[in-house]
């Protein structure tokens, strides 16, 4: 595949140009807000890489601006932030996947060719673990070919540990993750969703580290889009 990325740090720039380009892919870089518009408009490439903190203008304009051109290329957000009001944001603008710092050089690959797959019609969006089934799009769970109710916040928890499943999150994180910046939230709020989860899929959906927070079950820690 033809990438662009668009970061303004010159290490991470250099990481993620590298690594795209000994996994196969040819890279091209920008550094700013404009120069990526402008490299953006004037190639076919097949997905973007873009972070959302750009000098000129951020990496949400640069999306917004090719999208109002008629550029539909694919665009990945790479982001430090991933309160919901920030995923909401990036996905409002354009992008078609988010991904946030620090990450895996493998977890981008994986989310750069699963938007390939689906803007091929190959596979929709959709995130597996084990026998667990998150469809994004629908905001609905299959587990074991069965369909799960879940509420919302229920379904945006178990997104936020499948997403990663090899990092241990503490109730903070998750909190910031699915309640955002909102100031009333009840201190076990975390623990109550854990809980409904494990009563409505399995026990050990979701593993206790004791002193730390959660992590989705190992045994079930392949996951994928």
Partial sequence: MRILVV???????????RGLGEAGHRVEVASTGPDGVAAGAGADFDVLVV???????SGLDVVRRLRAS??????????????????VAALDAGADDYLVKPFDLEELLARIHAIERRRSGVSINQLRCGELVLDLGAMSVIYAGAPVDLQRREFMLLKKLIESPNQVFSRAQLEESIYGREGDVGSNAIDVHVHHLRRKLYPDVIRTVRGIGYRIDPANSICAD
């Avoid at 970061?7 to 140009?17: G, I, K, N, Y």
């Avoid at 290329?73 to 009001?85: C, F, G, I, K």
């Fill in 7 to 17: 970061e303004d740090e010159p290490r991470m720039r250099a990481l993620v140009s």
């Fill in 51 to 57: 972070d959302v903190m750009l000098p000129g203008y």
């Fill in 70 to 87: 008629g550029n539909r290329t694919p665009a990945l957000m790479l982001t430090a932030r991933d309160t919901t009001a920030d995923i």
